[in-house]
């Protein structure tokens, strides 16, 4: 399968699992995966959450933030990974002066 950014749907949520400010992203989902494409404005975050029955993986594009990993700030940039497993908790927030882009996939 091959995708096109411009053809998936764009959803802005506000407050994103408790963050701050918008969250907006091009998101794929079928039975199994989602895979996303994601933007937060400078100050924006995805609240904490814990991942009960999937894995994440984040790979950040663009700008500087923060990733809360299970208790621990741990600073990250563009071309960082950061990896959730199942049974683990994390938040991001854009700690940068511009957008922080990032590209996602949860797994089941």
């Given at each position: 399968?091959?995708?096109?950014?411009?053809?998936?749907?764009?959803?802005?949520?506000?407050?994103?699992?408790?963050?701050k400010?918008?969250?907006?992203?091009?998101?794929?989902?079928?039975?199994?995966?989602?895979?996303?494409?994601g933007k937060l404005e400078?100050?924006?975050?995805?609240g904490l959450h814990k991942h009960e029955t999937d894995s994440e993986i984040i790979y950040i594009i663009k700008g500087d933030g923060t990733v809360c990993y299970d208790?621990?700030?741990?600073?990250?940039?563009?071309?960082?990974?950061?990896?959730?497993?199942?049974?683990?908790s994390h938040s991001l927030i854009n700690t940068g002066n511009e957008f922080l882009e990032f590209f996602a996939v949860v797994t089941k």
């Open positions: 399968m091959v995708f096109d950014k411009s053809k998936l749907e764009k959803s802005v949520i506000k407050n994103f699992k408790g963050g400010k918008d969250f907006t992203a091009n998101i794929y989902e079928d039975a199994e995966n989602k895979m996303l494409l400078p100050g924006a975050s995805i208790g621990e700030n741990i600073p990250v940039c563009a071309s960082q990974f950061h990896y959730c497993p199942k049974g683990h």
